[in-house]
């Protein structure tokens, strides 16, 4: 949980392209290993936004995932959306800061 929130807390959202690509990968990696039933005490202890900052990497490692690593971003989204709702996909959506 700590380096969930470290990693949210110190994103580069106005950071470089390499920055943000760095970040990303630390990023995706700790989502990787987080076992299925760990998700939901995850997101419970996030604040709101963190929740959002979230769920922009969740849509970044959608676009350029393959079908395994998409199947864990889509459960990690769906269990986020449930419990920050829709305003914080519209947030991610629309912020121009980018993960």
Not at 31 to 42: F, S, V, Y
């Amino acid at each position: 949980m700590t380096e969930f929130k470290r990693l949210l807390d110190h994103a580069p959202l106005d950071g470089s392209d390499g920055d943000k690509e760095s970040h990303f990968g630390m990023m995706r990696e700790t989502i990787l290993r987080t076992k299925e039933n760990e998700i939901d005490g995850i997101i419970k202890q996030l604040s709101p936004a963190q929740c959002d900052i979230l769920m922009k990497y969740l849509y970044r490692g959608l676009a350029a995932a393959d079908q395994k690593v998409c199947s864990v971003f889509l459960t990690w989204h769906e269990r986020l959306t449930t419990a920050a709702g829709i305003g914080s996909i519209m947030r991610a959506l629309t912020d121009k800061r980018t993960a």
